[in-house]
């Protein structure tokens, strides 16, 4: 079995690096002077976002429940698009330069267009969300598709395996690392996608949040969203590791990391 233990080895560097970079930041604001509206200093943001505290849950969990499903329904369909690739002879040189294709308009510039096609409801951020997040998860899936132990491919296929059980026998579970791979990127991009989503129209979320604080130089309030943002990217990169701790227990630990 696995070591679940807690890493600390692996988790006090960047604390460390992190608690001299705030404390570096702090100095510097109170030296200087500097005015708030410009930088404030973290105790100041940390200040204003405990006074402002369950207007940020209130819009925190708005834009949980927009990155969720978001995260979810462009995981399913990288999978399964990933999977049609796969089984479909000619599929990949036809649908793999598209499917880089898509990746290439940006985001701020298709939401305007979704939200102009299909209104300010849920649906259009939903699209965006599944748009950026489906790639990674599709390209990681076909890697690992493709670099299968071609020894044992030939073997199943020698002994007469149907192509569904080869799928599900040895070239998922060859893959699901590299599954899992991509599924942490897409877990990061769906956060930063959902506050864009929330950005181009929308009357909650830290994107809303932020854009009402900056519109009214309340600086303070933008930087207390934005540690939510990372916090939240954090989190759920996290929750996509601790599905590889689980699903992936054939993955040895490495000593001394």
Not at 38 to 47: K, M, N, Q, R, T
Not at 174 to 197: C, D, N, P, R
Request: with cysteine; proline share 6%; aromatic share 10%.
């Amino acid at each position: 079995m696995g070591n679940n233990r807690i890493p600390w080895r692996k988790i006090w560097p960047p604390a460390a690096v992190l608690a001299a970079l705030l404390a570096a930041w702090q100095i510097a604001v109170s030296a200087f002077g500097t005015a708030e509206y410009i930088l404030p200093s973290p105790l100041s943001i940390a200040e204003e976002g405990i006074n402002v505290g369950p207007r940020l849950l209130e819009h925190t969990l708005a834009t949980v429940g927009l990155m969720l499903p978001g995260f979810a329904g462009g995981a399913a369909a990288g999978f399964l698009l990933a999977a049609l690739i796969h089984f479909i002879p000619g599929a990949r040189s036809g649908l793999y330069p598209l499917l880089v294709l898509s990746q290439n308009v940006p985001v701020i510039a298709l939401g305007p267009l979704l939200t102009l096609w299909l209104g300010y409801g849920v649906l259009p951020k939903l699209i965006l969300i599944w748009l950026v997040c489906f790639f990674p998860v599709s390209v990681a899936l076909l890697s690992g598709l493709n670099d299968t132990d071609p020894k044992l491919r030939n073997y199943m296929e020698m002994i007469g395996t149907s192509r569904w059980t080869m799928f599900w026998r040895l070239e998922l579970p060859h893959a699901i690392a590299h599954l899992f791979s991509g599924l942490k990127i897409a877990a990061s991009y769906s956060v930063l996608t959902a506050v864009v989503a929330e950005w181009i129209g929308s009357e909650k979320g830290l994107g809303h949040f932020m854009m009402l604080s900056s519109s009214g130089f309340q600086t303070a309030r933008v930087f207390a969203a934005v540690f939510l943002i990372v916090i939240l990217s954090l989190a759920m990169f996290g929750l996509v590791v601790l599905a590889e701790r689980i699903c992936v227990r054939w993955k040895p630990d490495r000593k001394g990391e």
